[in-house]
């Protein structure tokens, strides 16, 4: 792992095709430091032999017409370092019409402001397609709960989650004014 300064700073883009390899690589490798002790170990030492599996999902997802918002960060020399997707809020929606449905950036590129300007650029685009409010579901035992808080958001409910056969619980955050908390 380089040392966070010898990177270059960070460009922002919609996801594209050919980005599916890399997306289904970073969201395990990810899932697998945030989620220890967390989410059942199985769980997560099963993740490695999905990678063929979900890279072909995030194919067959960027290929079709887009229900979902997908922006990649990247950075110098690394390339593609993070990701986040949004869109229509799943139910129960709890009256907002937008989700951050989910972000991920790999641990060396953390706390740079590429997770704030990810989600600014959802919030942004669930905007365009006039949806209004977004919410995001997090695990109550996920740190990044602050990071949202820093955001703006606002704790509205819990919900469960089954992951691995294990109930787990989500704290759902949410923001009704997208357009004060990201400006454009
Ligand atoms: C959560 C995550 C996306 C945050 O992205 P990031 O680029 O590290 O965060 P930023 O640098 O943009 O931070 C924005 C603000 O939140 C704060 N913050 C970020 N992570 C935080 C944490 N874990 N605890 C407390 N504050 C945090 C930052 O200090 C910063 O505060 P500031 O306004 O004073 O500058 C990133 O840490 C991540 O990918 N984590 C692992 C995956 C994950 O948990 N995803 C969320 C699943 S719901």
């Not at 460009?11 to 059942?40: E, K, N, Q």
């Not at 229509?88 to 590429?114: K, M, T």
């Not at 955001?151 to 759902?172: A, N, S």
Request: charged share 25%; glycine share 10%; proline share 8%.
């Amino acid at each position: 792992m380089e040392p966070a300064e010898s990177y270059g700073p960070a460009t922002f883009r919609p996801a594209v095709v050919s980005d599916a390899g890399r997306l289904a690589d970073i969201h395990i490798r990810v899932l697998m430091v945030t989620y220890r002790g967390i989410d059942p170990q199985e769980w997560l030492d099963s993740l490695p032999q999905q990678l063929i599996e979900r890279e072909t999902r995030w194919r067959e997802r960027l290929s079709q017409v887009p229900v979902d918002v997908v922006h990649v960060a990247e950075v110098a020399p690394a390339g593609l370092v993070g990701f986040a997707v949004g869109g229509p809020a799943r139910p129960p929606n709890l009256g907002y019409e937008g989700e951050l449905i989910s972000l991920y950036l790999l641990p060396e590129h953390q706390r740079r402001g590429i997770g704030r300007e990810l989600v600014r650029r959802v919030a942004r685009s669930l905007m365009e397609r006039g949806l209004r409010g977004m919410l995001v579901r997090v695990l109550t035992a996920n740190p990044a709960r602050l990071f949202y808080e820093r955001l703006g958001g606002r704790p509205v409910g819990v919900q469960t989650v089954t992951i691995g056969d294990q109930p787990l619980e989500e704290t759902v955050y949410a923001w009704r004014d997208l357009d004060l908390y990201f400006a454009p």
